[in-house]
């Protein structure tokens, strides 16, 4: 693969310090996950599995949001699914610098979040993306995500009810500091102020769950 010069360079270190930031958030944010999850009374080692498998924070606090409020396993799969839709356009992105055969892109694709994906744009010429920054920045942060997620899931037992500590309010303000980067956009505020509006007119009268997905269906819409 072709990379920009000057960043064929990079260290390792140079990486991992570049992504620790990032990786430091996503550690945090997996522990209020797994605090989270135990407090909606799901299984510690089922959290711990979603994160290993999902690796996409958005969905899996829209999925475990769903569960919480009493909705259906069907519309946390939905809301998470429709969440998910954007890795379509980042494994898009990838295809070109992901390395050997389908599964083994299949297993590299799956360190592809916002965060992976944003460094190795930046790392990378245009329209390909740097893969040894996507595979070192991606690993750290899915190491993050998997450990936070663990210890939220150890420590929420203890914690109790996570309403004491504020944590209830992880669900919203976690999306909030998802979607206020993009918001200088006004492509981007239109499709959130749309999905706001949607979910708002639905929330009174449909079961929990089918706001976020409508809201989510109502902004894939507006960004055609």
Not at 116 to 140: H, K, N, W
Not at 147 to 159: E, M, R
Request: proline share 6%; charged share 10%; with cysteine.
């Amino acid at each position: 693969m072709t990379m920009r010069v000057g960043q064929a360079t990079r260290s390792t270190r140079e990486i991992l310090l570049g992504a620790a930031p990032l990786v430091f958030g996503v550690f945090v944010f997996g522990i209020s996950f797994g605090v989270l999850s135990v407090a909606a009374h799901f299984p510690g080692w089922a959290a711990v599995l979603m994160s290993a498998l999902v690796f996409a924070a958005s969905s899996q606090f829209a999925a475990i949001g769903v569960v919480s409020t009493g909705g259906g396993i069907l519309a946390a799969v939905v809301a998470a699914a429709l969440l998910n839709l954007r890795y379509i356009a980042m494994g898009i992105g990838l295809a070109r610098s992901l390395p050997g055969g389908r599964f083994l892109r299949v297993l590299t694709g799956q360190l592809a979040i916002d965060e992976s994906y944003a460094l190795a744009v930046g790392a990378g010429e245009p329209g390909r993306p740097d893969l040894r920054t996507f595979l070192i920045s991606g690993g750290f942060l899915y190491a993050g995500w998997l450990v936070g997620t663990l210890i939220g899931t150890v420590v929420g037992p203890v914690l109790g009810d996570p309403r004491r500590l504020g944590l209830d309010a992880a669900f919203p303000s976690g999306f909030v500091a998802l979607l206020w980067p993009m918001l200088s956009r006004k492509h981007a505020l239109r499709c959130a102020v749309g999905g706001a509006v949607a979910a708002l007119a639905l929330a009174p009268f449909t079961p929990p769950g089918v706001p976020l997905a409508g809201a989510a269906l109502v902004g894939l819409w507006l960004a055609r």
